[in-house]
């Protein structure tokens, strides 16, 4: 069983920065193992994917996230963080992390495949 614990949400002001931080569980298992994704959701709206690593590295960002987001993963500090910058009102949501153990190492945001998730931490974009 993995624990999954986000941190780092904030109010910020549009075109200004920020990093949220996803801490795995202490407990014994292979972090490199695992696949991460970022997900949010605004108030009103399904969640959606925002980035997703793979256990080989690999990534993939929504196409409202290229360009701006990037994610990134220690495996020695089972933490994923999601830097994002020249943030958007549109940006505003709870973004939550989710791992899983693939088969194959990929960068997917197919929220179907996701065992683990967290709580959740709130961005806020204020104009």
């Known amino acids: 069983q993995i624990h999954l614990v986000e941190s780092g949400g904030a109010s910020v002001q549009a075109g200004g920065s920020l990093r949220v931080s996803c801490e795995g569980s202490?407990?014994?298992?292979?972090?490199?193992?695992?696949?991460v994704g970022w997900f949010r959701q605004a108030p009103g709206k399904e969640r959606e994917g925002a980035a997703a690593?793979?256990?080989?590295?690999?990534?993939t960002y929504a196409e409202a996230a290229k360009g701006r987001f990037t994610i990134s993963k220690d495996n020695s500090r089972k933490i994923v963080f999601l830097e994002m910058n020249d943030l958007e009102s549109a940006d505003t949501a709870m973004y939550y992390c989710a791992a899983y153990r693939p088969l194959v190492c990929r960068a997917t945001m197919s929220q179907a495949e996701f065992r683990y998730w967290g709580q959740g931490t709130q961005v806020t974009i204020s104009a």
């Open positions: 690593i793979g256990c080989d590295g690999s990534t």
């Open positions: 202490r407990n014994r298992y292979r972090y490199s193992e695992y696949s």
